[in-house]
């Protein structure tokens, strides 16, 4: 996946001092160099995006060679594994019929609206039937389309389909060399070009393109214009992430929750655990409730959430991915008018328990950790009576409330400075999140911070 900062300090290393100019610019997406995407890109970008921004929740899915291994999809650089040696694991990568079916229903059942496969990631084997190198799916252990299979799942299942494909390549010869020989460049350009091609042209609609990793090239060097030009000219309706050092549609933090100002598409990537591909000993698993809230935070800010499962060289996917997106699943199936078709901007600040999205005149209010029993109640009216889920700084007027899975009508006092949801049970009504839905008489918006100036004050410790 990604590039972090170790990584891209040993890369540099690696390249020399030749080419360090040149990767350095080409990192520097976002910069006043960034080419720009075409006129017509753009004038199109609002309508192929729509269904993307209604629905919030994909699937990532980070599979190849390393998965034979288990240590995760940077084992070929991080432990320096000689390439001849690597190459042997083409012959025994063997994954099961049909492992992504399993995956797709999976997705579905966990409430995600679409897929993305890592088709070739940097270790340079491709999943599909390429006619461009001997290292693919096709002509090693698998000896099947992997790609192929894979959409076809997904579209069983009703799912949009992304194509996961990182420009750097460890294997093939001019993949490195390409940054300082310019018969290597135009030979690996060549190359890249037409495999993105064959992916754009042998399997349908494809709906999502996730470019990664762009060193070491600059956007000049990758011909990405005219890369993007082809992308286009062949699926009109994708969707382009800006990892090819574009602007691209959409912006893509990678383990972190940051939105893209004015109103641009983003999306955070994340892992359930700690790694992208499979981790044969990495039990750091994130829990239900940390999903649900990740979502619930990107959808109010604006933005998508696509969660990584790394399955076995096999393809089964960890028995522990399978929980937690089942349970994920089972909230949405409940819970899913909060989350899907949203709208941004909710909340500018967050809450102790709770988390804030909304449609519209509707305020979805996300609790996490259900707010009874303080023993503050003895002495405070405030917590009165048994359980109160409160908040400060709303922007519009509550006009009714109630518990958005049972439909149960809640009691709430408001005024300038907090809003007090009131006659709630002792047990929370929901698990892992009990989501409150609240009619306002304008779109809401949650600013904490608005209170400061309005609070009467004190009773008590001032003199003069």
């Keep these: ?5 170790v990584s891209r300090r040993s890369f540099m290393k690696y390249l020399g001092a030749a080419g360090v100019a040149a990767s350095t610019k080409a990192a520097a997406q976002g910069s006043d160099e960034t080419p720009r995407d075409s006129a017509a890109q753009a004038a199109t970008r609002a309508q192929r995006l729509a269904w993307w921004r209604d629905a919030k929740f994909g699937m990532f899915i980070h599979w190849g060679l390393y998965s034979v291994i288990g240590h995760q999809e940077w084992v070929l650089e991080s432990e320096g594994i000689p390439i001849p040696q690597y190459e042997i694991l083409a012959k025994h990568f063997k994954p099961k019929p049909n492992a992504a079916r399993e995956w797709a229903r999976l997705a579905k059942a966990a409430g995600q609206k679409y897929m993305v496969m890592t088709t070739k990631h940097h270790e340079g084997f491709c999943m599909w039937d390429t006619k461009q190198t001997d290292y693919c799916a096709m002509k090693q252990g698998p000896g099947r389309d992997l790609v192929r299979e894979f959409v076809e799942a997904a579209r069983a299942e009703g799912l949009r389909v992304g194509f996961y494909y990182s420009l750097m390549d460890w294997h093939h010869p001019d993949g490195m060399r390409c940054a300082t020989d310019e018969a290597a460049r135009k030979r690996f350009v060549d190359y890249t070009h037409g495999l993105i091609r064959e992916l754009m042209t042998n399997y349908g609609k494809i709906d999502i393109l996730w470019y990664d990793v762009d060193l070491p090239l600059t956007p000049e060097q990758w011909e990405s214009e005219r890369m993007n030009r082809m992308v286009f000219e062949l699926q009109p309706e994708i969707v382009v992430n800006n990892r090819n050092g574009l602007e691209g549609d959409f912006s893509t933090p990678e383990q972190k929750i940051e939105a893209s100002g004015s109103g641009r598409a983003w999306e955070s990537c994340m892992t359930l655990n700690q790694g992208w591909g499979f981790q044969l000993h990495d039990d750091e698993w994130k829990s239900p409730r940390a999903i649900i809230d990740n979502l619930a935070t990107c959808a109010q800010q604006g933005g998508n959430y696509l969660v990584n499962i790394g399955p076995e060289a096999d393809g089964t996917v960890p028995a522990a991915s399978v929980r937690i997106l089942e349970t994920v699943g089972r909230w949405l199936e409940v819970n899913g008018r909060a989350i899907y078709a949203t709208d941004g901007g909710a ?62 009508k809640i009691a709430f006092t408001q005024d300038e400075i907090s809003v007090r949801l009131t006659g709630l049970p002792a047990s929370a009504p929901d698990d892992p999140v009990t989501v409150l839905e609240l009619e306002c008489d304008r779109p809401p918006v949650v600013d904490h911070h608005s209170i400061r100036g309005k609070w009467p004050r004190y009773r008590v410790g001032i003199s003069g």
Aim: aromatic fraction near 18%; charged fraction near 15%; glycine fraction near 10%.
């Design 1 to 5: 996946m990604g590039f972090d900062s």
């Design 347 to 408: 909340s500018i600040s967050f809450g102790n328990y709770d988390n804030f999205t909304r449609k519209g005149n509707t305020l979805f209010v996300h609790v996490y950790f259900w707010p009874s029993g303080t023993p503050a109640a003895e002495w405070l009216e405030f917590y009165k009576p048994a359980t109160v889920v409160a908040f400060g700084g709303l922007n519009a007027k509550v006009v009714s409330a109630k518990v958005l899975k049972t439909g149960e």
